[in-house]
């Protein structure tokens, strides 16, 4: 399989046909290689139009949905980024071409160092990934300009809104009552306050922001 090629029709077909107008993000998400994100078997699929799951709790989101996330996120060159539940480390890779320092954080230990050694791979020298717990954050580190959470949360992301800078923004994709929608949230001050942008595909969502489970009597 041409990857290069099918990375070329992926900006496209999936990006640029869905109002992705920024040229930064087509040409950051052009420039990594969605494939070597994801194990041997599964590297067919890194450019279908779809969320490819790929570890337990974590999944490559499709391309419309993430160059969308990426856009109402906006990171600028100047600012620090957070980026939830890095996975493998494919939205690292491409958010560290857009900002310019990210902190990765993710919860699994083994694919926290696979995400470091795929950014080595990619000589990445601007991100570095952090284990611990996605809903925490990393406050240490913070506050952030941009916190990315790359998949479906059912709850607010309280502890991390936390962490924003004033006039910063958290984006993710939330569910409310059965619908996925991408949303951005913003920090004025001490008040924070929420946009819904685009609709998406469901998905199961991230382990760490699921709903809490109900018991029916």
């Given at each position: 399989m041409d990857f290069k090629e099918a990375r070329r029709r992926?900006?496209?077909?999936?990006?640029?046909t869905n109002d992705v107008?920024?040229?930064r993000i087509q040409a950051a998400i052009e420039a990594v290689p969605r494939e070597i994100f994801l194990p041997g078997e599964l590297r067919d699929k890194a450019y279908v139009d779809a969320d490819v799951g790929y570890a337990p709790g974590r999944?490559?989101?499709?391309?419309?949905?993430?160059?969308?996330?990426?856009?109402?996120?906006?990171?600028?060159?100047?600012?620090?980024?957070?980026?939830?539940?890095c996975g493998s480390g494919y939205s690292t890779a491409v958010l560290a071409r857009l900002a310019e320092m990210v902190v990765a954080i993710e919860s699994d230990e083994a694919l926290a160092l696979r995400?470091?050694?795929?950014?080595?791979?990619?000589?990445?020298?601007?991100?570095?990934?952090?284990?611990?717990?996605?809903?925490?954050?990393?406050?240490?580190?913070?506050?952030?300009?941009?916190?990315?959470i790359?998949?479906?949360?059912?709850?607010?992301?309280?502890?991390?809104?936390?962490?924003?800078?004033?006039?910063?923004?958290?984006?993710?994709?939330?569910?409310?009552?059965?619908v996925v929608r991408g949303v951005v949230y913003t920090r004025s001050g001490q008040a924070i306050g929420a946009r819904t942008?685009?609709?998406?595909?469901?998905?199961?969502?991230?382990?760490?922001?699921?709903?809490?489970?109900?018991?029916?009597f």
């Open positions: 992926m900006i496209d077909s999936q990006v640029r107008s920024d040229l999944r490559l989101l499709a391309p419309r949905s993430f160059a969308k996330l990426l856009a109402v996120a906006g990171p600028r060159p100047t600012e620090v980024v957070l980026d939830v539940a995400a470091q050694e795929n950014l080595e791979a990619l000589g990445v020298t601007n991100a570095a990934v952090v284990v611990g717990p996605p809903s925490e954050g990393a406050a240490k580190q913070g506050p952030f300009d941009v916190i990315f790359g998949g479906v949360i059912d709850v607010e992301p309280v502890i991390l809104l936390r962490q924003l800078k004033d006039r910063g923004r958290l984006a993710a994709l939330k569910r409310e009552q059965g942008v685009f609709d998406a595909a469901s998905a199961p969502a991230l382990p760490e922001f699921e709903a809490p489970k109900t018991f029916v």
